[in-house]
């Protein structure tokens, strides 16, 4: 970054320095990712300097000879991949996504029914500060008070009663893989579209490890940056018959023109996604979390639905007799990253909720496998136990620098 350097030595300070901080730290946090250096490049590219409002071979403005051709290798990349009919992938994020599915199909006032955001639902599904919650009627479903898990029958009966228009399924805290058969049949019952928000798992689907919605979602939203591990960015897929309202949705429904170097990265971080490594990678990302659930389990602690069948799990410290953010804190400081959550039916407030929540993407794609994330797991231990022992959160953080040392995150390989 030699032009960077010389141009504005503070924001390239910064940039080295975050370098060295994804380097030298655990990256737990759920929805990260470490991105290939070739999905940085394409990132990096002159995409950025283009206009192109309006889809492949029907632009406004000229000049679309080459950002046409890398649209359509997204596009097919993301079908062969997922096998939807219909791919959109100029989402700028998975918020703007959802919007852009609302306005397709929703008037305001029109009610939606997802998970509530304090049991492991996103904000985007009519959480109360957001435009979904603010110009649709949300209604939510809870998880079951005993299990920690989703409960069929209930939401049934509120699909029943509130006859949404949209339902979701999806989530950013839940640690258990979705029924969609099972919302599908709600969905058909209630007369409501079915709308699965994959964000968090789509690399999962991808990798081959995980159940796909494709064949029973009406639409689906995902971002391009948690487990997919590309560039940030989102997609929108869709039955044939949707796809022209999800297209006048996204533009020039919600925004202009598509951010092209994305589109580009988007593409790369499909076809890497298509690659036996990528599976391996996936199958690899659960045996990760399984391999640190289970050393939290054996320590004590408690996860919610007692385990993890994806990438994340929801921790509610409760019995720890300490709270999410002071143990996210302490956690930093030791080295290892991740962040507090509430948990359901929590008696906290969001911003010093109960649990804590952590995902095994970002440290698959470094390399490690079960025998460090069990380290991992005897090292959050010490830390909560000793959490106001700053002597123990250095010593973590010098043994953490010492193992990152031998497993570079992609992209970061010459900081070794
Ligand atoms: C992360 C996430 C989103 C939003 O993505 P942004 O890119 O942060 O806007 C939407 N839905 C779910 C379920 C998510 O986890």
């Given at each position: 970054m030699k032009h960077l350097k010389e141009q504005d030595p503070e924001i390239y300070?910064?940039?080295?320095?975050?370098?060295?901080?994804?380097?030298?730290?655990?990256?737990?946090?759920?929805?990260?990712?470490?991105v290939s250096t070739a999905v940085m490049e394409a990132t990096g590219s002159v995409l950025t300097n283009k206009y192109s409002e309006g889809y492949v071979g029907k632009r406004y403005y000229e000049g679309q000879q080459l950002v046409d051709r890398v649209e359509q290798l997204a596009i097919d990349r993301a079908k062969a991949i997922f096998g939807a009919d219909h791919v959109n992938v100029q989402p700028y994020s998975g918020s703007p996504a959802n919007l852009s599915v609302f306005l397709a199909f929703l008037n305001p006032g029109d009610t939606i029914l997802g998970m509530a955001l304090p049991h492991g639902g996103h904000l985007t599904h009519g959480a109360k500060v957001s435009i979904s919650g603010k110009y649709f009627r949300p209604e939510f479903y809870s998880l079951d008070k005993e299990s920690g898990r989703l409960n069929y029958d209930t939401v049934r009966s509120q699909a029943?009663?509130?006859?949404?228009?949209?339902?979701?399924?999806?989530?950013?805290?839940?640690?258990?893989?979705?029924?969609?058969?099972?919302?599908?049949?709600?969905?058909?019952?209630?007369?409501?579209?079915?709308?699965?928000?994959?964000?968090?798992?789509?690399?999962?689907v991808a990798g081959k490890v995980h159940p796909s919605p494709v064949?029973?979602?009406d639409v689906i939203t995902t971002t391009t940056h948690k487990t997919l591990r590309g560039p940030r960015g989102a997609m929108i897929m869709c039955k044939a018959e949707h796809a022209g309202a999800i297209d006048k949705a996204v533009f020039p429904g919600t925004q202009g023109g598509p951010h092209n170097?994305?589109?580009a990265a988007i593409a790369v971080a499909l076809k890497e996604a298509d690659t036996e490594a990528f599976r391996q990678y996936a199958a690899q990302v659960?045996?990760?979390?399984?391999?640190?659930?289970?050393?939290?389990?054996?320590?004590?602690?408690?996860?919610?639905?007692?385990?993890?069948?994806?990438?994340?799990?929801?921790?509610?410290?409760?019995?720890?007799?300490?709270?999410?953010?002071?143990?996210?804190?302490?956690?930093?400081?030791?080295?290892?990253?991740?962040?507090?959550?509430?948990?359901?039916?929590?008696?906290?407030?969001?911003?010093?909720?109960?649990?804590?929540?952590m995902g095994s993407a970002a440290v698959t794609s470094r390399g490690f496998k079960e025998a460090q994330m069990e380290q991992i797991g005897v090292w959050i231990d010490t830390v909560i136990q000793n959490h106001t022992d700053t002597g123990v959160q250095a010593k973590v953080a010098a043994e953490i620098k010492e193992l990152c040392k031998s497993y570079p995150a992609p992209g970061l390989e010459y900081l070794v």
């Open positions: 300070a910064c940039i080295q320095q975050e370098e060295l901080r994804q380097h030298e730290k655990i990256r737990l946090i759920a929805s990260e990712n470490y029943l009663a509130c006859k949404p228009k949209i339902l979701i399924a999806g989530y950013s805290a839940y640690s258990r893989i979705l029924d969609f058969e099972r919302f599908r049949a709600i969905a058909d019952e209630c007369g409501a579209l079915l709308l699965v928000d994959m964000a968090h798992f789509a690399g999962l064949p029973y979602a170097h994305t589109t659960l045996r990760n979390a399984k391999a640190l659930a289970d050393t939290l389990i054996s320590r004590g602690y408690n996860l919610v639905t007692g385990g993890t069948e994806n990438h994340l799990m929801l921790i509610d410290l409760t019995n720890k007799g300490i709270s999410g953010k002071t143990a996210a804190r302490a956690l930093d400081e030791a080295g290892l990253v991740l962040n507090c959550n509430t948990v359901p039916f929590d008696t906290r407030k969001p911003f010093d909720p109960s649990g804590i929540r």
